[in-house]
C-alpha cells in the first residue's frame, strides 16, 4: 500500500479490517486489502459503494450502530451530482446522516468516476 494509493487515501493500513459493502463492488474498486470481514462490529474501516439515497439509508440504517468505533467509514459514491444525473453527492449524502447520528468529516477522491466521504458518529453537543 504505497504513499497515495487508494487504500492510503482511505486510510486502510496493513493490519487493518474492512468491511466492503457490497463486497465485489468495493473490492473491486479499491484492490487488494490486507483483511476483510463481513461483520461490522468487527471491522476498523468500511465501504460502502452507494450509487442511490436507499443504498446509502440502507446501509446507515443496518450498520451505522456497528460501526460507530471503526476509525474510518467511507461512502463511496459516482462523481457529477445530480447536474449529471446522479442522484447521490455530497450534499445528498451529508442530509443524511444526521438523522443517523453520524456526520461527515472528509472527502477523498477514489479516481475520475468515484469520491468517497468518510463518516463518523456525531460527538456529545453537535
Known amino acids: 500500500m504505497g504513499a497515495g494509493s487508494t487504500t492510503t ?4 493500513k496493513d493490519d487493518s479490517t474492512v468491511l466492503c459493502h457490497p463486497e465485489p463492488a468495493a473490492l473491486e474498486m479499491v484492490g487488494p486489502l490486507p483483511g476483510t470481514t463481513t461483520d461490522p462490529a468487527a471491522a476498523d474501516v468500511a465501504l460502502a459503494v452507494v450509487t442511490t439515497p436507499d443504498e446509502v ?3 446507515m440504517t443496518s450498520h451505522a450502530a456497528a460501526l460507530a468505533d471503526a476509525r474510518a467509514v467511507w461512502l463511496i459514491y459516482p462523481k457529477g451530482g445530480t447536474a449529471k444525473g446522479i442522484p447521490v453527492s455530497r450534499d445528498t449524502i451529508w442530509a443524511q446522516m444526521g438523522p ?3 456526520r461527515l468529516v472528509s ?13 463518523r458518529p456525531l460527538k456529545p453537543g453537535e
Open 57 to 59: 439509508e440502507a446501509f
Open 100 to 102: 443517523h447520528g453520524w
Open 9 to 12: 487515501k482511505l486510510q486502510i
Open 107 to 119: 472527502n477523498v477522491s477514489v479516481d475520475e468516476v468515484w469520491s468517497a466521504l468518510r463518516a
